[in-house]
């Protein structure tokens, strides 16, 4: 150790939500945590749509008022399908937990930095603009060496590394533990839109899914007016781009006529599109002796049912207790590890099964036409607001409505086969996009 090395209980590599939560949680047990975030809060994120479980989280980490001051109300979702002449509206009121009945769209840069700032307020250390290059583990803890954004060199040894890098995936990269999820494959377009048309009253501030031919859109509206419009389509449609990102945008929302309708009084904000790609992955394991990965450094799905922040920040809180357990009771971890390791897997899993379907006609007729027999669609309004690490008894009433979806399946060779082989055609790996996270504006 060189005398220009620095100690710290907890260092965390990367100040979002996931990084954020966990570093504030340590903190405030009066553990020295570093947290490092390469960029500066507050920076551009996109991820805007929160769930209703998020403000469980958001109350015990002591920021839910914060963050109702830039939220706009969600109360629901609606869906909208070019299959269908009518649109549905489901409200998380109809959930199984009746007081779980609204969420926030927010701009993350708001969010993000509100979160980084309380976990200064509850005594982390926190550095911005400092990039983690290297860690290097051995039997008492991690050697972290960083870099200022003025190239100036620093390094700490740790107890315990968290690593929250997000889509970095700074730990899972190196140990090669990161692993393309061999189910799924999509890539998004996305902007902020002026001007957009939208409900009126409590239907203000829902998520609209619309599905298209190459996917299906988002359509997110924030409290300062500003709409935010993305299109998640698989990898075969932005790899045929041959113009520039905001005119293929154009052409793309385009084919979604009820969007388009919309949108048709709206600019697009500053011209500014970005895309990115290949996003679905997973990684052997999420902790070992001297480490664990939160959030998106462990794994990432898809965005359709806004899931990523409340998972990020679940695992957060899942995860302080791991570190805490370790740094005091380093013999008796085993278990909890084992826990934190199911408790990774389980949320991303239960999304899963529906977002690997959500593009199927039989799962987009169940979403057309809700209905509730043995309170199926209570448990899947539950799914939708993040409430399923709460011991809702959901889960009977989901096998059901599994089954359902295979019994129609059946009920319908022909559709469900050739369902079978679009998605097979449509989640095809066909390399990485031409500068994978690309933004444009003009
Ligand atoms: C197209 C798309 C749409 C999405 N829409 C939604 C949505 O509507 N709702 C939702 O809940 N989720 C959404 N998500 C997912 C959501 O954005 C993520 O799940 C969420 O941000 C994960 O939080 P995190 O803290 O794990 O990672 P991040 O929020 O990515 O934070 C990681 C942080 O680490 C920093 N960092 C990375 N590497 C280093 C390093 N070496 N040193 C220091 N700092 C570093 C980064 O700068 C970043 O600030 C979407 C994702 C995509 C791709």
Same mark, same amino acid.
């Given at each position: =150790?060189?005398?220009?090395?620095?100690?710290?209980?907890?260092?965390?590599?990367?100040?979002?939500?996931?990084?954020?939560?966990?570093?504030?949680?340590?903190?405030?047990?009066?553990?020295?945590?570093?947290?490092? $975030?390469?960029?500066?809060?507050?920076?551009?994120?996109?991820? $805007?749509?929160?769930?209703?479980?998020?403000?469980?989280?958001?109350?015990?980490?002591?920021?839910?008022?914060?963050?109702?001051k830039?939220?706009?109300p969600?109360w629901?979702?609606?869906?909208?399908?070019?299959?269908?002449?009518?649109?549905?509206?489901?409200?998380?009121?109809?959930?199984?937990?009746?007081?779980?009945d609204?969420?926030?769209?927010?701009?993350? *840069?708001?969010?993000?930095?509100?979160?980084?700032?309380?976990?200064?307020? $509850?005594g982390?250390?926190?550095?911005?603009?400092?990039?983690?290059?290297?860690?290097?583990?051995d039997?008492?803890?991690?050697?972290?060496?960083?870099?200022?954004?003025?190239?100036?060199?620093?390094?700490?040894?740790?107890?315990?590394?968290i690593?929250?890098?997000?889509?970095?995936?700074?730990?899972?990269?190196?140990?090669?533990?990161?692993?393309?999820?061999?189910?799924?494959?999509?890539?998004?377009?996305?902007?902020?839109?002026?001007?957009?048309?939208?409900?009126?009253?409590?239907?203000e501030g829902?998520? #609209?899914?619309?599905?298209?031919?190459?996917?299906?859109?988002?359509?997110? /509206?924030?409290?300062?007016?500003?709409?935010?419009?993305?299109?998640?389509?698989?990898?075969?449609?932005?790899? *045929?781009?041959?113009?520039?990102?905001?005119?293929?945008?154009?052409? #793309?929302i385009?084919?979604?006529?009820?969007?388009?309708?919309?949108?048709?009084?709206?600019?697009?904000?500053?011209?500014?599109?970005?895309?990115?790609?290949?996003?679905?992955?997973?990684?052997?394991?999420?902790?070992?002796?001297?480490?664990?990965?939160?959030?998106?450094?462990?794994?990432f799905?898809?965005?359709?049912f806004?899931?990523?922040?409340?998972?990020?920040?679940?695992?957060?809180?899942?995860?302080?207790?791991?570190?805490?357990?370790?740094?005091?009771?380093?013999?008796?971890?085993?278990?909890?590890?084992?826990?934190?390791?199911?408790? =990774?897997?389980?949320?991303?899993?239960e999304?899963?099964?529906?977002?690997?379907?959500?593009?199927?006609?039989?799962?987009?007729?169940?979403?057309?036409?809700?209905?509730?027999?043995?309170?199926?669609?209570?448990a899947? =309004?539950?799914?939708?607001?993040?409430?399923?690490?709460?011991?809702? /008894?959901?889960?009977? *009433?989901?096998?059901?409505?599994? #089954?359902m979806?295979?019994?129609?399946?059946?009920?319908n060779?022909?559709?469900?086969?050739?369902?079978?082989?679009?998605?097979?055609?449509?989640?095809?790996?066909l390399?990485?996009?031409?500068?994978?996270?690309?933004?444009e504006?003009?």
């Amino acid at each position: =150790m060189t005398s220009n090395t620095q100690t710290c209980d907890v260092l965390v590599i990367g100040g979002g939500p996931a990084g954020s939560t966990a570093a504030a949680l340590l903190a405030r047990q009066g553990r020295h945590v570093v947290m490092l $975030e390469k960029a500066h809060h507050p920076r551009f994120h996109i991820g $805007e749509s929160l769930l209703p479980a998020n403000l469980p989280l958001f109350e015990k980490l002591g920021v839910l008022e914060q963050v109702e001051k830039i939220g706009m109300p969600k109360w629901g979702v609606e869906f909208v399908s070019p299959d269908h002449d009518h649109q549905v509206r489901l409200e998380f009121g109809e959930g199984w937990n009746k007081s779980l009945d609204r969420a926030w769209q927010v701009r993350r *840069s708001d969010l993000d930095e509100i979160l980084f700032r309380h976990a200064a307020a $509850e005594g982390a250390e926190t550095i911005e603009g400092c990039r983690v290059k290297a860690v290097d583990f051995d039997d008492d803890g991690a050697t972290v060496q960083a870099v200022l954004d003025d190239g100036a060199p620093r390094t700490w040894r740790a107890r315990f590394v968290i690593d929250a890098s997000g889509r970095d995936t700074f730990l899972s990269t190196r140990l090669k533990a990161k692993q393309k999820n061999d189910k799924h494959n999509s890539t998004a377009l996305f902007g902020h839109f002026a001007n957009a048309e939208r409900g009126e009253g409590k239907l203000e501030g829902n998520i #609209t899914i619309f599905w298209f031919a190459h996917g299906w859109f988002w359509y997110i /509206p924030l409290a300062d007016g500003t709409t935010s419009i993305g299109a998640v389509c698989w990898p075969y449609y932005l790899k *045929s781009r041959t113009k520039p990102l905001a005119e293929f945008f154009a052409d #793309t929302i385009a084919m979604c006529p009820a969007l388009g309708e919309r949108l048709k009084h709206a600019t697009l904000v500053d011209d500014a599109v970005y895309a990115t790609g290949n996003y679905s992955y997973t990684s052997t394991h999420a902790s070992g002796d001297r480490y664990l990965m939160l959030g998106d450094a462990f794994t990432f799905v898809d965005p359709v049912f806004s899931s990523g922040v409340y998972l990020a920040m679940h695992s957060a809180f899942e995860g302080a207790d791991l570190v805490a357990a370790r740094l005091d009771a380093p013999g008796k971890v085993a278990a909890l590890r084992k826990r934190f390791e199911r408790d =990774m897997r389980f949320g991303p899993r239960e999304f899963s099964w529906f977002i690997y379907r959500v593009t199927n006609p039989t799962m987009r007729d169940f979403f057309m036409y809700p209905q509730n027999p043995l309170r199926v669609k209570e448990a899947l =309004m539950a799914l939708l607001a993040g409430d399923i690490h709460n011991r809702t /008894p959901i889960w009977a *009433s989901l096998r059901v409505l599994k #089954t359902m979806y295979y019994v129609v399946c059946g009920l319908n060779p022909r559709r469900t086969w050739d369902a079978w082989q679009r998605r097979r055609r449509n989640i095809r790996d066909l390399g990485p996009l031409v500068g994978e996270n690309i933004a444009e504006a003009r």
